[in-house]
């Protein structure tokens, strides 16, 4: 499938917002409080109760104020599948994280066709696990604020999701996913706090979105494919990047990838490819990175296929994952280190036909330089004191 195909399928099967609901639950008459205090889960679920077996298109409104919701599962399969969440207001996560950080979801839809989260404000409250991990407790390993799982036909626009506990929205083994207009906000030193996460998904596109975080702002991991990502503007975070891939050995790959018109400000990286350091089957394909827009960025490129983040237990067996086929066009901008193209590919895979078109980045009003190790491919146009291909 060509990239103008691609963009083509998906604006057809995505881009259009849900239908006019004919019947609508408000959590409110069915017990939810809007005090911010009381736990209102059980109302949300018998909202959502309703909606799934509803035979006619449903809205699940939440109105203007604030709401506690301890945890909530929403599960199909459902006899609908035009399910909208209205959400006008405020929906907050317990204060004391062990409530939600031991399971690792907050809010789940899972196993659904035509759900639709519009508007609204999740907050998370993860402050008090953040400090937990930084000082080296012994902590749960935390919430995400929104997950979809098993679903496909979904719409996400204009949610606001905040101080998640983990990663903010998750997009797991959907098909069908558009995203738009969100902005997602946790504090630069919030770790594993993923703004969002999509693996084993294909046919998705996230638009028009604002991300700052304390990790990736947006993470693709193993078994996505024909996905688009426009007009984002990320920071703080450490970027957008393909990985981490090949942590099992057999391993779906990520194939089919255009990220377009990004702006990255003070982020750890720009656009990133990376993969451990061990044996696996998986590769990264078909991959184009374009017109985007570096700030004083520390990693404008970089593909790392030596990546372990702990400082024991790091085979270093050499990655196995093939890196092919990816692009990087209009790249411009200015780095915070004086090596702004870093291709640290694997000796046992070495990257290939990577392309490098009109990159130019600055580092302290000189040209930046460049790194590459087991890389091949061409350069058209490349500006840099070094060069790399």
């Not at 609901?21 to 408000?26: E, G, P, Q, R, S």
């Not at 790959?253 to 990133?272: I, P, W």
């Amino acid at each position: 499938m060509s990239r103008l195909s691609l963009l083509l399928f998906l604006l057809a099967a995505l881009s259009s917002p849900p239908a006019l609901c004919a019947v609508v639950y408000d959590v409110t008459s069915l017990g939810a409080t809007p005090d911010g205090v009381t736990d209102s889960a059980d109302a949300f679920l018998r909202a959502w109760s309703a909606s799934c077996s509803s035979t006619s298109p449903a809205t699940i409104y939440v109105p203007a104020a604030t709401f506690l919701v301890s945890r909530a599962d929403f599960s199909g399969p459902c006899v609908n599948s035009e399910i909208v969440f209205q959400i006008d207001g405020t929906i907050v996560a317990p204060s004391d994280y062990n409530v939600n950080g031991v399971s690792g979801y907050w809010i789940v839809i899972r196993s659904v066709s035509g759900v639709s989260v519009i508007g609204g404000v999740l907050d998370g409250r993860g402050a008090a696990l953040w400090a937990c991990k930084r000082a080296g407790g012994n902590c749960p390993t935390g919430a995400t604020n929104l997950e979809f799982s098993n679903a496909n036909n979904i719409f996400i626009s204009g949610l606001k999701s905040r101080h998640s506990q983990m990663f903010h929205i998750v997009i797991n083994a959907c098909t069908d996913v558009n995203i738009q207009g969100v902005k997602v906000s946790a504090p630069e030193n919030s770790p594993n706090t993923d703004g969002i996460h999509v693996q084993g998904s294909s046919n998705v596109m996230i638009t028009n979105s604002r991300i700052g975080t304390g990790d990736d702002c947006i993470s693709i991991g193993p078994g996505c494919s024909n996905m688009w990502i426009e007009n984002i503007v990320c920071g703080p975070g450490h970027g957008i990047s393909i990985g981490s891939l090949g942590k099992a050995l057999e391993e779906d790959g990520v194939q089919h990838v255009t990220v377009s018109k990004v702006t990255f400000t003070g982020t750890q990286n720009g656009v990133r490819i990376k993969s451990w350091e061990k044996k696996s089957n998986g590769f990264a394909r078909n991959i184009l990175f374009q017109h985007a827009r570096m700030i004083n960025v520390q990693n404008p490129i970089i593909i790392d296929q030596h990546y372990c983040p702990f400082t024991q237990g790091c085979l270093k067996q050499g990655s196995g994952v093939q890196v092919s086929d990816v692009t990087y066009q209009d790249i411009h901008g200015t780095s915070a280190t004086e090596v702004a193209v870093k291709l640290d590919c694997s000796s046992d895979r070495p990257c290939s036909k990577i392309k490098l078109e009109n990159v130019k980045l600055m580092y302290q009003n000189q040209l930046a330089t460049s790194s590459c190790s087991n890389a091949g491919g061409t350069a058209l146009g490349f500006i840099s004191a070094t060069d790399c291909l």
